[in-house]
C-alpha cells in the first residue's frame, strides 16, 4: 500500500502503481487537510459568499451568478460539457497515472474536494476500474480540462471505462466493482479537472523511460565503439574537466566503465587517428542530452507534488483566491526539452548503426552479411531506424510556442503541454526501437570482430543479445528480432546485466 499525502510522491512510486498496481491509500494528515478545506466551502456557500467555481460559471461566464439550488447541476454540466476529447484512448498505465496524479494533488487540501469522493477515485485505482480518456482535446489551460472530465464520467455514471479487460458503460463497470457512483457538489467538478494530471500522467511515465532510454544510449553506443575497435581516448576524463559538464563527465566515465578489459578497442594513431562525431563526441553529445533531462526530471518531480486546481483554498486563514496553477506552461516547455533530447539519442545511434553497416566505414562485410548479394543483411534495418529519426525531427518542433486564445478570450494564453507531453513519449519510443536496432547490429558485428574480445559491459550487453536472438547467418524477418530486444530494452534489463557485470553506471 502506498498513502498518499500529496507532499511524498516519486516518479518510482508513480510507476509502481500506474503499470504494477500497487494499492494506493490515503494518509490521514490528507484526509484531514480534505475536510478542513471542505469545510470552508460548506461555509463560503451557507454565507453565500460569491466565489469563482463555487457559484460562478466557468471561463468567460465568470460573472454569472449559480443560484443554490443549481450548484449541482452547475458541477454536473462542467463535467459533461468538457468531455469532448477525440482520438485514441490512453492506454491504461496512463489512464492509472492520471487518476493517482489528481488524487495526490487533492490530497494536500486546497482543493475543497469531499473525502469520499476522492475516495471514490481511490477505490477505482485499486479495484481497476479505468475511466476510458481520449488522448486529444486538451490545450493544457486551465489545465487538462477535457482528459479530466472524460476521466470523472464514470464516477458520476457517464461515459466508458475498462473494468477486468472489458470496455463497458461507466455506470456499468462502477456498478461492477461494488462502486456507488457521485453526485458531484459545489466546487468538486472544477477540482477534479483544473489540472494539469493528463499532460502529467503522460510526463511522469515517460521520466522514467526517458532515465532508461539515458543509460541505454551509453550502453548501446558502447558495444558499437567495441564492435568498431574505436579510440577511448576522448573519454579521458582529463579532456572532460576542462569543460566540466556533469553529463559529459558522467557518459565519458560510463564508456570507460562499461568498455574496461576491451581487447577490441584501440588508442589513438594505433589504427586511426580520429573516430567520426558519432563516436569520438559521445560525451559532448550524450552529455547534453543529461543536462536536460536533469532539468525536466527537476520539474516534473515538483510537479507531481503541486496543487493545480482554481481556485485554492487556504485552511490557516480560510482565504480563497483565484489563481492559476492550472496553468501548463512549466510542464510543456520541460516536455518539449525532453522530446528534443531523447531525439538526438536516437539521432546519433542512427548514425552509428550507418557506421556498422556501410563496409566502407566499418571495414566488416557490407550490411553484415555472410554471403553478400545473396542477402541483404542489416540494409533496411537501418531504413526503419531512419525514418524513426526523421519522425522524431518532425516531432521534436515545440507544441509549447503556440497558443490558440480559448473561452472567448478570457483564456487568451494556453500551454498545449498535454501535446507537448504525448509528443515527448512517441520519441522516447523511437528512440527505443533506434537503440534496438543498434544492439543487434553491433552484436553482429561482435561475431565478426570476435565477441569473445569485448569489454565487460559490452560482453554483458552481447550476451543478453544472443540471449534472445541469435547471429543472422541467413536472411530473416528481422522485426522479430527487433521487437524482443526492444522489449529487454524497455524493461531496463539491460541496464540492470551490465550494472551486475561493471557496477552502477552515472
Known sequence: MIYLDGSSLTIDQVV????????????EEAKKNIQISRDIVEKNIEEKKVIYGLNT?????????????????????????DAVGVGDPFKQDVTRAIMLLRVNALAKGFSGIRLSTVETMIAMLNKGVHPVIPEKGSVGSSGDLCPLAHMVLPMIGEG??????????????????????????????????????????VASLAIHDAEILTKMADITSALTVDSLEGIIDPYD?????????????????????????????TRQGQIRVQDAYSLRCLPQIHGASRLAFDYVRSVIETEINS???????????????????????????????LGIAMAEFANVAERRIERLVNPQLSGLPGFLCVEEGINDGFMVAQYAAAALVS??????????????PTSANQEDHVSMGTIASRKAATIIDHAEHVLAIELICAAQAADFKGADKLGKGTKAVYDLVRREVSFMETDRAIYKDMNKIFKVLKDGEFVEAVEKAVGKLA
Do not use: W
Open 16 to 27: 509502481e502503481i500506474a503499470r504494477n498496481k500497487a494499492e494506493v491509500g490515503l494518509s
Open 160 to 201: 466508458e471505462a475498462e473494468y477486468q479487460g472489458k470496455v463497458m458503460e461507466g455506470r456499468e463497470a462502477m456498478e461492477a466493482a461494488g462502486i456507488p457512483v457521485v453526485t458531484l457538489k459545489a466546487k468538486e467538478g472544477l477540482a477534479l479537472i483544473n489540472g494539469t494530471c493528463a499532460m502529467l500522467g
Open 307 to 337: 496543487v493545480t486546481d482554481n481556485p485554492l483554498i487556504f485552511p490557516d486563514n480560510g482565504d480563497i483566491f483565484s489563481g492559476g496553477n492550472f496553468h501548463g506552461q512549466p510542464v510543456a516547455i520541460a516536455m518539449d526539452t
Open 237 to 265: 576524463p582529463r579532456i572532460q574537466m576542462v569543460r566540466p559538464h556533469k553529463g559529459q563527465i558522467d557518459v565519458a566515465a560510463n564508456m570507460l566503465q562499461i568498455l574496461q578489459d576491451s581487447k577490441l578497442t
Open 57 to 81: 460559471g466557468f471561463g468567460k461566464f465568470v460573472n454569472v451568478a449559480i443560484s443554490e439550488n443549481e450548484l449541482d447541476k452547475l458541477q454536473l454540466n462542467l463535467i459533461l460539457s
Open 391 to 404: 519522425e522524431n525531427k518532425v516531432l521534436a518542433h515545440p507544441a509549447s510556442v503556440d497558443s490558440i
